[in-house]
Structures are given as structure tokens and as C-alpha cells.
């Protein structure tokens, strides 16, 4: 199955009249329906978060996503022209199958899950990232990643430049480089990761804290999306030396 919009997900106990948001996935992710649930259905996602999602929400995967939205919002327009409305408006690090427009070059022609043709700009894509590169290079890329919510809200279970939280923000930077680590801020659930010191901590690494994460940037600096602040801040070990006495585990993918 295709998510086809931003579904908030409790994966607490069954939704009823409300969700508590714990997750937010964006179009074009993919997921296994684990079970029925009345409007709802339990899931498991491709990166192995589980939780409860509006049935209407899902659609059947009928096209291979071969993009993902590159810019911090790519509006997918009625026709190939910038002054039109756009009748869909997707995040940063959402998976559309998206073809060539010979017309207008600039223009590529998204191929949406109701089978209508949307534009949008090329350059507002990038090709669906695979993990590959060298170790510097993926660090780079995560860390340019992260930076680029700088300033955004803080926002529990967000993923998106709209609001993401403290583990979206580190999973995105990973995700939109083509590694795969865990949503929430645990790292004995993270079997891709393993222990280092502060000093070893390179451009990337992650550091964990009781309920909390933030990426190292080097030089004594990390970005984190935190709650206090109310957004995601670049900040330095020696200015949260409250933080950093908390903290109880920094870690590679490397």
C-alpha cells in the first residue's frame, strides 16, 4: 500500500475521536496492513514503525515511485504553468512517479494515486536517494540535510519542513540520503548504529538523551529540533552543558 497524504499515527492504542500524533508519513511512503481497525488500519511502515492510519489514506501501489520532493514544499500544478493553483502541495522527502514533459522540459508529469496527471518543476525533485557514496560524502549529505530545517517548528511526530520533532529531524537527514535508522529517540532500537565516545563523534553522529536526539556537527557544535526552544536550533556542547550531562549514548552508522 501507498500512503497518499500526511496521516497522523497513534500508535498508543486504537484512534477513536481523536489521533495522537506519534509519526507523520508522507506520500508516496509504503506500508503492510497488519489489521482491520474500523476507519482505521494498523500498519507497519517501510521503515518498521507501527501504528493506526485513516484506511482513507492508503491506496494501492500501482506506480513505482522514481522522485522525491527535494525543496521544503513542491506544488504539483493542473497544468504546466507557474500561475496556476496547485492542486497538491507535497513536503520535502515525499516519493512521486514523475515522467518527462517534452512541451515544457522544465516540467516533469507526476503520475498521482487517483490517475491524474499533475506538473511540477524538475527542479524540485531529486532521484529517490540509494545510500550509496563515500563515508564523506553521506555525511555531508546528512548534515546539509538536517541544516535544512533549521528554524522549523518544533512539531512531536513531524517530519516535514511544516513541524518535525527531534527524531524526525535526525531520520529525515538519514532518509533523504538513503539510510535507513529508527524513528524514536532510541538507540537500542537502532541496529544500524554503534557506540562511540564524544571525542570520536564525526559530522552526522547522533547523540541520545533520556526522550531526545540531536545530530553532531563537529567542531562542538549539534542541530536538534527541540521542544523548549520550539524549533530546530544549531547550538554548541558548551552552551547545553544541562543537555550534555544527560546525555547517555553517542553513535555511528559508520
Known amino acids: 500500500m501507498m500512503v497518499v497524504w500526511q496521516?497522523?499515527?497513534?500508535?498508543k492504542e486504537e484512534p477513536k475521536d481523536y489521533i495522537q500524533q506519534t509519526d507523520e508519513m508522507l506520500y508516496g511512503d509504503t506500508c503492510e496492513i497488519l489489521e482491520e481497525a474500523g476507519k482505521y488500519v494498523k500498519i507497519?511502515?517501510?521503515y518498521g514503525y507501527e501504528g493506526y492510519v485513516l484506511r482513507e489514506a492508503l491506496k494501492e501501489l500501482t506506480v513505482e515511485p522514481n522522485a522525491m520532493v527535494s525543496v521544503p514544499f513542491a506544488d504539483f500544478l493542473p497544468e504546466a504553468k507557474n500561475w496556476f493553483a496547485p492542486v497538491s502541495v507535497l513536503p520535502r522527502g515525499a516519493r512521486v512517479h514523475v515522467e518527462d514533459y517534452p512541451d515544457r522540459p522544465r516540467y516533469g508529469v507526476g503520475k498521482m494515486h487517483?490517475?491524474?496527471?499533475l506538473y511540477v518543476h524538475k527542479n524540485h525533485l531529486r532521484e529517490i536517494p540509494t545510500g550509496e557514496g563515500t563515508e564523506e560524502e553521506l555525511r555531508e549529505g546528512i548534515v546539509k540535510?538536517?541544516?535544512?530545517?533549521?528554524?522549523?517548528?518544533?512539531?512531536?511526530g513531524g517530519r516535514t519542513p511544516a513541524g518535525v520533532d527531534c527524531s524526525g529531524l535526525c531520520f529525515m537527514a538519514y532518509r533523504l540520503n538513503g539510510l535507513t535508522i529508527w524513528r524514536d529517540a532510541d538507540f537500542e532500537k537502532n541496529p544500524h548504529?554503534?557506540?562511540?565516545?564524544?571525542?570520536?563523534?564525526?559530522?552526522g553522529d547522533l547523540m541520545f538523551f533520556p526522550g531526545h536526539i540531536a545530530m553532531y556537527l563537529g567542531n562542538g557544535e549539534f542541530v536538534h529540533s527541540?521542544?523548549?526552544v520550539g524549533m530546530v536550533v544549531r547550538d554548541t556542547l558548551e552552551n547545553a552543558k544541562d543537555l550534555v550531562a544527560r546525555m547517555h549514548t553517542v553513535a555511528t552508522y559508520f
Open 193 to 203: 548504529l554503534r557506540k562511540i565516545t564524544i571525542e570520536e563523534a564525526k559530522p
Open 114 to 117: 487517483e490517475g491524474e496527471d
Open 7 to 11: 496521516p497522523l499515527v497513534s500508535v
Open 44 to 46: 507497519r511502515s517501510d
Open 226 to 228: 527541540t521542544a523548549g
Open 145 to 156: 540535510a538536517a541544516l535544512s530545517y533549521l528554524g522549523v517548528q518544533y512539531r512531536w
